[in-house]
């Protein structure tokens, strides 16, 4: 695949980019270890009931956070990519559009409470989660998209460890806490992720003077908007689908459904690090994927990967079943049953950047929201239907079998269209 990436004109040598991408890829190693004691100690410390409750409440802020500022993160990014030195203008354009959409987000997010939420925890839990995601979380990937736009990789890399390694010191004080519940866990992630946004805003984001230009902003904010749009609509159908099992299995179904899917994320590691050079060089030639084999050959690279990893973490399991506890356990005996989920998932978000990085946001914003709808159906079908987690996850697989299909369909009839340039 590092063949593909050097076929630019700016002439890029396969040495070059692989040492990029072991940049990129380089805090994950770390990453997954930390994240695996944070996931450890948070899933076997609360109940399964609360951790689901906890892991939808999360799943629902991070769908905010793509409300929050109105997708002015693109544009952001962009603009460290290909024209740094208007990264404090751009950095002024965020924070205004961040301070117009809250009231918005505010909005949303109690109306989701009072669906879903109102029975199984206090509004001042639920706002704790959700504002973590919304507010801290949102900063943290502000940073560090900015710094992966300046192709300072190294530091991007070493902000994700960071970020993970306050989640594991967060998850350390809550088992260590006297009163281990949601309502504590809420707190402690809360003031936590709180020091975690601030010393990477302090420490990590480029120095510059903030200057509000909305005559530059104009021309951007159709991206911006539909890059919003778009986000919404890729985690609705990437998280919320917690939220669907929440609300048609109950908790317990969406804690083993929220472990299940946290483990499958464990997959996408590689295929995300090798779809930010993509998508980069996307930016700067967005026919450089013109050609049918060179698509064949990236995608089915993408699964071979997701599926040999999917099969390690299986393997891994049936060796060791308690290796992450019990709470763990009782999901990751279900693993086998969704092998090639985590594939046909990785390949629908490749085929989403695919469109980012040509500039067809509108596109990518419709096709998710296609993808969403359909994916909420068909598992809403799968949870009346079938009783036992092991009869409808088995069904998962030709689920997103189906939503692969779609997107694939979707996405390279629109590249038959003439893309945007930056």
Request: no cysteine.
């Amino acid at each position: 695949m590092s063949s593909v990436l050097s076929n630019t004109r700016y002439g890029e040598p396969v040495g070059d980019l692989l040492r990029k991408y072991f940049a990129v890829f380089s805090g994950d190693g770390i990453r997954v270890f930390i994240q695996l004691v944070y996931f450890y100690l948070v899933a076997n410390t609360l109940s399964l009931s609360e951790f689901g409750l906890f892991a939808t409440a999360s799943a629902t802020g991070i769908v905010l956070s793509r409300i929050a500022a109105i997708g002015f993160i693109s544009p952001l990014y962009r603009i460290a990519t290909v024209k740094p030195q208007l990264i404090g203008v751009y950095t002024a354009g965020y924070l205004a559009a961040l301070g117009l959409s809250l009231p918005l987000v505010v909005a949303a997010g109690a109306t989701v409470y009072l669906l879903l939420f109102d029975q199984g925890m206090s509004a001042l839990t639920f706002a704790l989660i959700a504002g973590t995601e919304i507010l801290l979380w949102r900063t943290l990937e502000v940073v560090i998209n900015v710094n992966k736009g300046l192709e300072r990789f190294g530091r991007a890399s070493l902000l994700i460890v960071f970020g993970f390694t306050m989640k594991a010191l967060a998850a350390g004080l809550l088992a260590m806490s006297a009163f281990p519940s949601l309502a504590t866990w809420a707190a402690i992630y809360f003031v936590t992720q709180g020091i975690m946004a601030m010393l990477a805003v302090a420490i990590f984001y480029p120095r510059r003077k903030l200057r509000f230009r909305p005559a530059l902003y104009r021309r951007r904010i159709g991206d911006a908007l539909a890059v919003s749009g778009s986000d919404v609509l890729f985690y609705a159908q990437s998280e919320l689908d917690k939220l669907v099992v929440l609300a048609a299995g109950g908790s317990v179904s969406a804690g083993l459904y929220a472990i299940i899917m946290r483990l499958i994320d464990l997959t996408a590691m590689p295929v995300r690090s090798f779809s930010t050079l993509l998508v980069q060089r996307l930016m700067r030639r967005p026919d450089m994927l013109g050609g049918w084999k060179a698509r064949a050959l990236v995608e089915a690279g993408i699964f071979a990967v997701s599926t040999a990893a999917m099969a390690a973490i299986v393997l891994v399991f049936t060796v060791k079943p308690d290796i992450l506890g019990s709470n763990v356990a009782s999901a990751g005996a279900l693993l086998g049953l969704v092998l090639l989920v985590p594939a046909f998932r990785n390949l629908i978000e490749y085929q989403a950047e695919l469109l980012y990085g040509r500039g067809q946001s509108l596109l990518r914003m419709f096709n998710y929201g296609v993808i969403g709808a359909l994916k909420a159906v068909l598992l809403l079908a799968l949870l009346s239907h079938f009783g036992n987690p092991e009869d409808w996850l088995i069904w998962t697989n030709a689920v997103f079998a189906t939503l692969y299909a779609i997107s694939f369909a979707l996405t390279y009839r629109a590249m038959r269209r003439p893309p945007t340039r930056v």
